[in-house]
């Protein structure tokens, strides 16, 4: 059974820096892709970046957060992070990291953690 956990949130001020991690186990396909997602209260839940499956350095960001937030992985350990720098109030949400054979299938989710950026 794959289980993904994800860690690292928190609290901050504007400004403030936060690195989430997520770790993927009982991953048994090949390929790993990953990638976090967020949801804001009131809000529908919207891509924040995805890594290159293929370990490319090839990263996707949404322009909300490009430039502030930086996606890594490792393959070996299965695990994916997104480090978070500048943030800003409209940062704050539930962030989920999600996982599977392909970036048009994420097949896995985690439960999510809290960022709660304040002004």
């Known amino acids: 059974q794959v289980q993904l956990v994800e860690s690292g949130g928190g609290s901050v001020q504007a400004g403030g820096s936060l690195r989430l991690s997520c770790v993927a186990s009982g991953y048994t396909y090949s390929t790993f892709c990953a990638g976090w997602f967020r949801q804001a209260p009131g809000k529908a839940r919207e891509g924040v970046a995805a890594?290159?499956?293929?370990?490319?350095?090839?990263?996707a960001y949404d322009s909300s957060v490009k430039g502030r937030f930086t996606i890594s992985k490792d393959n070996a350990k299965k695990t994916v992070y997104l480090q978070m720098n500048s943030l800003k109030p409209e940062d704050t949400a539930m962030y989920y990291c999600?996982?599977?054979?392909?970036?048009?299938?994420?097949?896995?989710w985690g439960q999510g953690t809290q960022v709660t950026v304040s002004s």
């Open positions: 890594a290159d499956c293929e370990g490319r350095g090839s990263h």
């Open positions: 999600a996982a599977g054979p392909s970036p048009q299938y994420y097949e896995f």
